[in-house]
Every structure is written in C-alpha cells, then in structure tokens.
C-alpha cells in the first residue's frame, strides 16, 4: 500500500496547493485550469488523502467541510469515471450501494412531489404535503445506513488506512441529514407549512444526500474495498445485522463461531471486545445502577460493588437461594417472576418505589442464551430522581449546571 501513502510526492503537494488557494478564494476557473492535468486524473485514494492533509495542516473540520463541495467538484469527471473492481451482490460494500440505489429512488419521488407542490395553485396541496410527509418518513429509515457507516465501516478504515481523516467531514454531513429531516418534520406538522421555509429546507437536504452518495461510491467505497482486507468484511456484514438494513432483504445472518472464553494477554473474550478481569470488574462498580445476577438454579452469583449501594449487599449472599434473600412474604412474588421467565412468558418485570426522598427504580430481566433457553435473572436497581425531573434538551458541555 506504500505506493498511494507517499504524502511527500509532487503530485500530493500540487492537489494541496490547488485544493489550499481554492479554499483562500482564489478564482476556480483559473485553479482548474492550472491544475488541469492533475484534476483529470485524480484518484480516490488521492482524495482521501488530500483532505486528510487539509486537516492534519491546522486548516479546520468547519473550513474543509464548507469547502469540500467545491473541491470534489472539480475532480467529478476523473472520480465518476474511475473504474473499480466492484464486490460481489452480498458483500457488505454491496448491500449499502443497494441501499443507496433504494434512497435515490425516493428522493426523485420527494423532487416529484415538491415541483408539482410549487407549480400548483395551491387547490389540492393538502394531498402533496401529505405525500411528502409519508416520503420524508421513508426517508427517516435511511439513517440506519449512516448508522452502520459510523460504527461499522468507519472504525476499520481508521484502523488500516492512515489518511481517514475525511470521514470526520462524512460523519458531519451525516448530522446534517438528521438536522434537516427533523427541521422538515416540524414544518410538515403545522397545518399550513410555509412553503417558502420548506423548500429551504428541503433544498438542504438533497444537497447533502445525493452528495454523500456520489462521495460514497467514488471515494470512500473504493478505497476501502482496495485497502481492508477480504476476512474483515465477512465480520463487518455480521455486525451490520445487529443495526438493520433498510430498503432491502439483507443475505442470511450466518452464525457467528466467535466463542467467549480466555484471550490473549489473560483478557476475556466477551464476543464484542476483550477485557481483563480488572476492567470487568470496574466497568460493573462504575455503572450508575446496582446490578444482581442470579443463575438459572435461582442461586445468586454476583452483584456489583458500587460505592454508594441502593440496596445492602455482603457476599455471604454468593451462593444462596434467591429466595433465601427475601422476606417470607414477598418469597410468591419472586417465584411468580422467575417462573414467567423460565416459561418464556415474560422477560422482564418492573417496580418503583419511593425511599429516603429519592425514586428508586427496580427492573428484573431475563437472561437467556442464543437458543432462548433460560440462563438466570438480573435485577438492576437505580435512583431516578434526578431523570425525571430532566427537562428539554442539553447538547452542550455544561458541568457549571450540575
């Protein structure tokens, strides 16, 4: 892979300079044609790499973002007419194109809607905001595929190939796809939408969707495909099940033979990461919840050791009879429990109580393995007082607040 990680070549500096004197202000048309023999031929992974130079040169996430449109601009006929090696139907890289294929599908029919909404008389506009409505809730669907970029194919790009700094832009843009579907919702819910405000907003949105897609495909998808290697993508197509697909019928989930157990350097493979005892043990005292576990032979196994307990807890408990730890006269209460989760007939229980002020939240789950066979309860206890009084919304850093 050294022959597209050399930053230090000509051809690397010559895209910098141009992409940096387009980003001061200087005129397009003259950079274009300056630099006309290296935008013809511009790659992908060239791309990738410029931006992450842009970046990694102080020049800001906010400046670059604002800029990269213009920039990809000026490479779209080299870009558009690069050949890659596409993969198969059933790859991962695949099934989000195919997704992409489904949401272009939409948008033309949104474009449909809006410029017969804008030429009409406005006699019948009550059925074309109510069509738009329903596309823009298809559309909402669509988030699951920048979903799975963001957890999925983003981290092992970050891993392999070391100018990735151009997804932080992607991921970016992704937020501005949520900002405006969630500004054209409150538009569409008015009685009257402004029409003039929508067609702002909407105007927002395919600048950014259709975009992204062309970026995708031309850009990301090929150096990705070109860069991670073939036994990774099988790993990336299985966790993609656990966020979902949209628009399509995804292959078969093909069972996962990772099995839990000891990993290198004594950490413990728990199937989504390893850790070491230690670490286990911290992560459970440092969650904001009191957590019990008790095994399918109703015998208490573990509870956490959070400084400030809920509930008292020693460990002469490890060991017992759940039904040991409780009052006679709640005993029929969590036999009910265990017995409707070991009949499948329920999997969880909940209950609140008021106590020293405070609003304790007490929840019961079932634990069952991958064939549903019944593995033990888990009761975690937690003090929502401070939760239910939590009001609007707070996005920003604010610790003075608390």
């Known amino acids: 892979m050294s022959e597209f990680l050399n930053n230090g070549s000509a051809r690397q500096e010559e895209l910098a300079d141009f992409a940096r004197r387009l980003i001061r202000g200087d005129k397009g048309k003259m950079l274009i044609e300056k630099h006309k023999d290296i935008i013809d031929t511009v790659t992908p992974i060239e791309t990738m790499m410029l931006l992450d130079q842009l970046l990694k040169e102080g020049i800001s996430n906010e400046m670059v973002k604002s800029q990269v449109g213009k920039i990809i601009n000026a490479f779209f006929l080299s870009l558009s007419s690069h050949q890659w090696e596409k993969p198969e139907e059933t790859h ?36 074309a905001f109510g069509d738009l409505r329903k596309l823009i809730g298809e559309l909402k669907i669509y988030e699951l595929h920048y979903i799975k970029k963001e957890n999925i194919l983003f981290p092992v790009i970050e891993k392999i190939f070391p100018q990735y700094r151009c997804l932080q ?10 900002r405006s579907l969630k500004s054209i919702d409150t538009i569409l819910s008015t009685d009257v939408p402004d029409k003039e405000i929508l067609n702002k907003e909407l105007g927002k949105l395919f600048f950014v969707v259709l975009p992204i897609i062309f970026r995708e495909e031309q850009i990301v998808y090929p150096v990705a495909f070109q860069t991670i290697p073939d036994s990774i993508w099988m790993d990336m197509l299985q966790q993609s099940f656990e966020i979902g697909w949209c628009y399509l019928v995804p292959p078969s989930k093909i069972k996962d033979n990772i099995k839990e157990g000891v990993a290198p350097n004594g950490k413990v493979n728990l199937g989504t990461g390893s850790l070491t005892p230690e670490q286990i043990s911290l992560l459970f005292d440092n969650l904001p919840v009191d957590i019990t576990f008790v095994d399918e032979n109703n015998e208490v196994c573990y509870f956490s050791g959070v400084k400030d307990r809920i509930f008292p807890r020693s460990k002469a408990i490890i060991g017992r009879k759940v039904q040991n730890c409780h009052p006679h006269e709640s005993v029929h209460i969590v036999n009910e429990i265990i017995d409707a989760f070991r009949t499948g007939q329920r999997d969880h229980a909940d209950f609140w109580i008021q106590m020293k002020g405070r609003f304790i939240q007490i929840r019961y789950f079932a634990i069952r393995d991958e064939q549903g066979k019944y593995k033990g309860t888990i009761e975690v206890s937690q003090d929502v007082t401070g939760i239910r009084q939590l009001q609007g919304e707070r996005r920003l850093l604010d610790w003075k607040a608390e």
Not at 169 to 178: A, K, V
Request: hydrophobic share 45%; no cysteine.
């Open 92 to 127: 991962f890289l695949s099934l989000l194109m195919s997704e992409n294929r489904a949401v272009e599908k939409i948008m033309a029919k949104i474009k449909a809607v809006v410029k017969l909404l804008y030429k009409k008389d406005g006699s019948d506009d009550r059925n």
């Open 169 to 178: 832009l992607m991921w970016s843009f992704h937020d501005d796809f949520r």
